[in-house]
């Protein structure tokens, strides 16, 4: 029997191309698999078939997120709107969170549909509010023997910075996504130009020993690890380019480890995902040091959904099609673990 699901995509955060590229193809995949879908953009409202079709033929990400500017132009305007736009129970049976970062990703959202009362794919609140702040999410990592790097939280001097971490180090904001704000720190001179980027993004901004090493990614699917992702970037960091620009990133999956390796990191996976409470669909972040250690960088609790993604790139690797993952994901929300593939 097919499901009401109600799709939010888009919203107001740095990443809302990327939900929206995501959305519509979420959208198609759990069509086909029978369920009634409408696609709600929270910022805007409902979208039109029309506005869907053009949102599934055109190309939606820019190689550059959408400026701050235009960003908080956009939440301003849609805020009397935003809540409104938000199923409540009896709209549908479940809400399928196609959203990306901020409000979106960070719980707000989610708060926002626990007190509509309707369920709604992946992390609680509280969950993803953890995740979304990488400082707390490292703390909680370190009390689960789950490695992670060293890190200071800005402001911190130079002197600091180098008794602690040592050159180079990787500033970011706490609480951001998509590599925004983010940069390499080699020379003492760089630090404060790198912090004052990154606080344009946020007002909590970390700075984190740099490791050096492989780029690899371990998605969960309810209580199960998914294969092993290496991503091999043309720059040297997984930039926002590297992430949404076809050809600027190679992935492979699944990575090419040793069986005891792949074992390691998808304990450290799971043991990241149980430290921060997650449920549904996360995918955890990982650095694999030049002596084989996995320094887990972060949890992303809405990672991006088109078929080229991540998560269904694993997915594919474990015999799990895109609209199965998708009609999986909605499962998990309604605790039917027999149809999410759980035993
Ligand atoms: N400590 C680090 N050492 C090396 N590279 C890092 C480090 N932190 C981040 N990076 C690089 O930046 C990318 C984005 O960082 P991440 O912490 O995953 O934040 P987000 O993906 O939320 O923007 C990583 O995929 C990695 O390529
Ligand atoms: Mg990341």
Redesign the pocket.
């Known amino acids: 029997m097919g499901l009401k699901i109600a799709l939010l995509l888009g919203g107001t955060s740095s990443e809302r191309d990327v939900s929206l590229a995501s959305g519509i193809r979420v959208a198609e995949a759990l069509r086909t698999c029978g369920h009634e879908v409408r696609a709600i953009d929270p910022a805007r409202g409902p979208l039109s078939d029309d506005e869907q079709r053009a949102l599934a033929t055109g190309r939606v990400v820019q190689t550059a997120p959408p400026s701050q500017e235009a960003l908080r132009r956009m939440a301003r305007e849609a805020l009397p709107s935003f809540a409104s736009n938000l199923p409540r129970q009896g709209d549908a049976d479940v809400v399928f969170l196609g959203l990306h970062g901020g409000s979106g990703e960070d719980g707000t959202i989610q708060a926002l549909l626990d007190l509509g009362g309707v369920p709604y794919t992946g992390s609680g609140h509280l969950a993803s509010a953890l995740a979304m702040d990488?400082d707390l999410s490292k703390h909680l990592f370190r009390q689960a023997n789950v490695s992670t790097?060293k890190w200071l939280m800005a402001p911190a001097g130079v002197d600091e910075v180098n008794t602690a971490l040592g050159l180079p180090v990787?500033v970011?904001p706490s609480k951001?996504?998509?590599?925004?704000g983010?940069s390499i720190v080699r020379n003492a001179s760089e630090l404060q130009p790198a912090v004052d980027e990154a606080f344009n993004f946020d007002d909590e901004v970390m700075i984190?020993?740099?490791?050096a090493g492989r780029?690899l990614t371990v998605g969960i699917l309810g209580n199960m690890a998914l294969p092993v992702g290496e991503i091999i970037?043309k720059h040297e960091?997984?930039d926002y380019e590297c992430k949404y620009t076809a050809g600027m990133a190679d992935e492979r999956f699944p990575a090419e480890l040793t069986k005891q390796e792949t074992a390691r990191v998808q304990d450290e996976a799971l043991r990241a995902f149980r430290a921060l409470k997650l449920r549904g669909c996360a995918r955890i972040?990982f650095?694999m040091a030049k002596d084989g250690t996995f320094y887990c960088?972060?949890a992303n609790t809405l990672p991006g959904m088109t078929q080229t993604s991540l998560i269904p790139q694993a997915a594919a690797a474990a015999g799990i099609s895109f609209p199965e993952l998708c009609d999986r994901i909605v499962r998990l929300a309604l605790g039917d673990h027999a149809r999410a593939g759980i035993v």
């Open positions: 990488k790097a990787i970011k951001q996504g998509s590599t925004v983010l984190e020993e740099f490791i780029e970037p960091i997984y972040d650095r960088l972060e």
